[in-house]
């Protein structure tokens, strides 16, 4: 049989490049688009492998996007690192998703029969400060990406959703039928809207399917140490300013108010390993099949951890020290919130297999061995 081909848009960045890895270990092409926004340019490879005596790894992919003239499009680093973990070439090509001729182009050349959608803008401070980006980006982007299927009769989607859908808990845990839309900043509500969007289409349109996957907080790395999350400046994420905290590089955390109504005062989380994240995306490939018309699963532990207590795991891990600064709450910030991921567990069969200190001990390889990122 011949193995399915994946678009992956957004496939170079932290969640993407978790999810071409396990792509290309559970024997499906993945063909990765990316515009560098949130990536960096690793070398040009045409020749990604030694030769071992195998046809597939002696000569360049083909046919290949690397073949693109006028020159080559350059892989990203983070893929170039997958194509050694996984000794498997990746076909990539720079592509913006709000281009909708370049879409048109692509979609022409590859039958796909699922689309991932990870591209978009995804830092909640600045969609405060410029909602109208956001807005373009995540929205127009997503709704040429679905014009562009349309066009050519894929009808399937994963989509990179997350919990921020939610809004301002009513209960704990929360489950997929929690009200959604009171989101509190523009990155939400434009996950939101592509979300009614998409669940608008499939009511419209019976022959598709697509699964929208809420995600809690994504940590961790692959545990070869090679891949990991790379944050262009400073973090907005907890967990990355924590291990560069550790490392070195940043000299303490400001921990964003102590007075919430917690175990000890500071926010508490869902944290995933990105590796069961990634998992999770498989088991969607796979529930597309069905013809599942649109589904929505939550994709956490269950589990929540408190700022205090993620800083105490990352001690743990690293063996060193890591200073914090209590300081004033930030706008939006929510008291806690955690997944009930029972739903993904009946439906999807997948469950997160990896525990806080696992989580911790991948992120620490990941931050020892690439201490300024890629």
């Not at 690397?66 to 350059?74: A, R």
């Not at 983070?78 to 048109?104: H, K, M, N, Y």
């Not at 994504?218 to 905290?245: C, F, K, R, T, W």
Request: net charge neutral; with cysteine; glycine share 10%.
């Amino acid at each position: 049989i011949m193995a399915e081909k994946i678009l992956v848009t957004g496939g170079a960045g932290y969640i993407g490049s978790h999810c071409v890895l396990e792509l290309l270990q559970a024997g499906y092409i993945p063909v990765v688009i990316d515009n560098f926004h949130n990536a960096i340019r690793g070398m040009e490879n045409l020749h990604p492998f030694p030769c071992q005596g195998s046809a597939r790894s002696c000569s360049s992919p083909s046919p290949s996007l690397h073949s693109i003239s006028p020159g080559v499009d350059v892989l990203p680093e983070s893929l170039r690192r997958v194509q050694q973990i996984t000794q498997q070439p990746i076909l990539f090509q720079e592509l913006d998703i709000t281009d909708g001729a370049a879409l048109q182009e692509l979609f022409s050349k590859h039958h796909f029969s699922a689309v991932m959608h990870f591209a978009g803008l995804k830092a909640v401070g600045e969609s405060v400060q410029k909602p109208l980006e956001y807005y373009r980006v995540n929205l127009t982007g997503t709704i040429r990406l679905l014009e562009t299927m349309k066009a050519h009769g894929v009808k399937n989607i994963v989509f990179s959703s997350s919990a921020t859908v939610y809004g301002d808990p009513k209960y704990l845990p929360l489950d997929e039928s929690h009200p959604v839309g009171g989101c509190t900043n523009p990155y939400g509500k434009s996950k939101y809207f592509i979300e009614e969007m998409i669940r608008d289409l499939c009511k419209a349109e019976r022959d598709w399917n697509a699964v929208l996957l809420r995600y809690f907080n994504p940590i961790g790395a692959h545990e070869s140490g090679m891949i990991g999350e790379d944050p262009q400046g400073i973090p907005n994420n907890l967990m990355p300013y924590v291990a560069q905290v550790a490392v070195g590089r940043r000299e303490f955390l400001s921990v964003f108010g102590n007075d919430y109504k917690t175990e000890d005062g500071t926010g508490v989380r869902d944290y995933i390993h990105v590796v069961d994240l990634a998992k999770g995306h498989i088991a969607a490939l796979r529930k597309l099949k069905e013809n599942c018309g649109c589904k929505i699963y939550n994709l956490g532990t269950g589990t929540g951890y408190s700022v205090l207590q993620m800083v105490q795991a990352m001690e743990k891990a690293s063996g060193r020290e890591i200073k914090y600064k209590v300081v004033g709450r930030r706008e939006g910030d929510v008291a806690s919130c955690y997944a009930n991921p029972a739903l993904a567990e009946q439906e999807l069969g997948w469950k997160a297999a990896c525990g806080l200190d696992k989580m911790c001990e991948d992120l620490w390889r990941w931050q020892l061995q690439n201490p300024t990122g890629f």
